[in-house]
T-cell receptor
Framework: DTEVTQTPKHLVMGMTNKKSLKCEQHMGHRAMYWYKQKAKKPPELMFVYSYEKLSINESVPSRFSPECPNSSLLNLHLHALQPEDSALYLC???????????????FGNGTRLTVT | AQSVAQPEDQVNVAEGNPLTVKCTYSVSGNPYLFWYVQYPNRGLQFLLKYITGDNLVKGSYGFEAEFNKSQTSFHLKKPSALVSDSALYFCAVRDPMIKAAGNKLTFGGGTRVLVKP
């Protein structure tokens, strides 16, 4: 079983809806990540939070809004999405390794998002 | 810039035979290299990593990988494949010379492994 928990497992939303994806870990990891994965493709990095601060934004459209309320939780708020945003959204976490970030990422099982 | 290539979209192997999944990388300095496996409808699971030290790295589920600096390769191997090893395998690289507050990995395109009984 994964130590990174993502909810919901599946989400169907219309283009005018607002929804949120949630991610939780209790491994004491201080780096948390959002990835987007299309079918049969590698994961694409979207955002990284380090010590609860947004450290990397890979030029993601503003209809995706991340939030890190505390060291264990990571949210991804969704608004006015497009059908092409349908994908598997993966959360991951890792140790910060005193700023070297050498440790592997631990992934959740993802939220399968369908935008209609 | 950092990049990684997995030249084979799919590898087919008979159960009990050796399994090799190829990976080559490009970074400006010494790389950090990782292998992950993904089963259907699941997230990625970490198999092994190379940061420094011995070129032969042993990981989970009997997998190992050899770092070859001259060939810029980090091929994943398993001496005797199991049907349950059938999955999607990703190689990933990070260039530590690129300063980023996070383990900012670049993933290869993935290799589907099919182990036949």
């Amino acid at each position: 079983d994964t130590e990174v928990t993502q909810t919901p497992k599946h989400l169907v939303m219309g283009m005018t809806n607002k929804k949120s994806l949630k991610c939780e870990q209790h491994m004491g990891h201080r780096a948390m990540y959002w990835y987007k994965q299309k079918a049969k493709k590698p994961p694409e990095l979207m955002f990284v939070y380090s010590y609860e601060k947004l450290s990397i934004n890979e030029s993601v459209p503003s209809r995706f809004s991340p939030e890190c309320p505390n060291s264990s939780l990571l949210n991804l708020h969704l608004h006015a999405l497009q059908p092409e945003d349908s994908a598997l959204y993966l959360c991951a976490s890792s140790l910060a390794d005193a700023g070297t970030y050498n440790s592997p990422l631990h992934f959740g099982n993802g939220t399968r998002l369908t935008v209609t | 810039a950092q990049s990684v290539a997995q030249p084979e979209d799919q590898v087919n192997v008979a159960e009990g035979n050796p399994l090799t999944v190829k990976c080559t990388y490009s970074v400006s300095g010494n790389p950090y290299l990782f292998w992950y496996v993904q089963y259907p409808n699941r997230g990625l699971q970490f198999l092994l990593k190379y940061i420094t030290g011995d070129n032969l790295v042993k990981g989970s589920y009997g997998f190992e990988a050899e770092f070859n600096k001259s060939q810029t390769s980090f091929h994943l191997k398993k001496p005797s494949a199991l049907v349950s090893d059938s999955a999607l395998y990703f190689c990933a690289v990070r260039d530590p010379m690129i300063k980023a507050a996070g383990n900012k990995l670049t993933f290869g395109g993935g290799t589907r492994v099919l182990v036949k009984p």
